[in-house]
């Protein structure tokens, strides 16, 4: 992304952190943006308004503009090239460039890249050259690398506003696509909260792998110093669970549980997400989780990495140790 000497740039964009897995490595070799702290991403709109300028309409206009936007999936299915880009092309491109066109009309001083192309074509940017020098090559890399790995559902309910700040990107703010915030990690704090975090946890990390009659819902480790408890709420209703201990620069990833009835949806990935973004705003750069074996490969889709195959975790059982590094920053 390009940028003026003396303002802060800022851009609209859609995260994809589902992807990270697939396209990490080479975005920090041959995307400046990934050394800067942006993560995989699907651009709305850049240049926007720069920080400190007209913000104040950013924050009246964009609510409303992306609450007549509904949330929507999408897939990455495969590797393709602009004459000085490799990135992963989109399906369909028809939600992105309805949501270009409408900040665009909106704010009319900000053409999608300066006006330089007359169509832009929504995509996840995997190179540029420079710093790649030969685009051809690095795409037979990359096929060969994700070969049966594409295509990649997505999905999307937010647009980010993106400010590089000090030769860092950070979200400055999300809106929300249906004016709905669908997903919320938060901290139990009603009986009600409670009552579903406990079952939740009981229910799948206990009873369903036949251990009857040994959870224990007041377990001091529950309160302990920089040990948090968290629920993930989807559109009001809770559906998952998680405890983030945090040590220093790194979080560990602890119980953490899908409510069965609701599982293969999607939620899994958003609660990794989201504790991710908690342990990043809390001061950490590392994740670290006890993965039961049959779940490692859900884990490595989400960016984890293998560190120790034979572990044992805090509560006994064989377990895979996972970690990964936190490659993109959330607020400040």
């Not at 990490?24 to 050394?35: I, L, N």
């Not at 006006?115 to 710093?131: E, R, Y």
């Not at 647009?159 to 030769?167: S, Y």
Request: with cysteine; hydrophobic share 40%.
């Amino acid at each position: 992304m390009r940028e003026t000497l003396g303002v802060e740039p800022t851009a609209l964009v859609v995260l994809v952190p589902e992807a990270e897995h697939l396209v990490s490595e080479f975005r920090m070799q041959f995307d400046p943006s990934a050394k800067e702290g942006l993560g995989a991403h699907i651009t709305i709109l850049y240049p926007f308004v720069p920080s400190g300028l007209d913000s104040q309409q950013v924050i009246l206009t964009l609510p409303s503009l992306c609450h007549r936007h509904k949330p929507f999936t999408f897939s990455l299915r495969a590797v393709a090239g602009f004459p000085a880009a490799l990135y992963l092309a989109v399906s369909p491109e028809l939600p992105f460039r309805d949501l270009t066109r409408a900040v665009a009309t909106a704010f009319p001083d900000y053409p999608p890249y300066d006006g330089a192309f007359s169509n832009p074509v929504p995509h996840l940017t995997i190179a540029h050259q420079p710093p790649a020098q030969d685009l051809a090559g690095l795409k037979r890399t990359v096929e060969r690398e994700l070969n049966g790995r594409l295509p990649l559902e997505c999905a999307v309910s937010e647009v980010c506003w993106i400010v590089k700040h000090e030769g860092r990107w950070h979200v400055r703010e999300r809106f929300f696509l249906g004016g709905v915030r669908r997903y919320e990690l938060v901290t139990p704090t009603t009986v009600d909260q409670w009552d579903a975090y406990h079952r939740i946890r009981r229910e799948v990390l206990f009873e369903a792998r036949g251990q009857f009659d040994v959870y224990d819902a007041n377990h001091p480790d529950e309160r302990a110093r920089n040990n948090h408890p968290k629920l993930l709420m989807h559109a009001g209703d809770a559906v998952g669970v998680v405890q983030i201990d945090i040590d220093h620069e790194v979080a560990a990833l602890r119980r953490v549980a899908v409510r069965a009835d609701v599982q293969h949806g999607g939620h899994g990935r958003m609660l990794l997400t989201l504790a991710e973004q908690f342990a990043h705003v809390h001061g950490c750069s590392r994740l670290v989780s006890f993965v039961a074996v049959d779940a490692v490969g859900f884990y490595q889709k989400c960016g984890f990495v293998i560190e120790r195959s034979e572990a044992v975790g805090p509560s006994g059982n064989r377990s895979v140790l996972m970690g990964k590094v936190i490659p993109l920053s959330t607020r400040w």
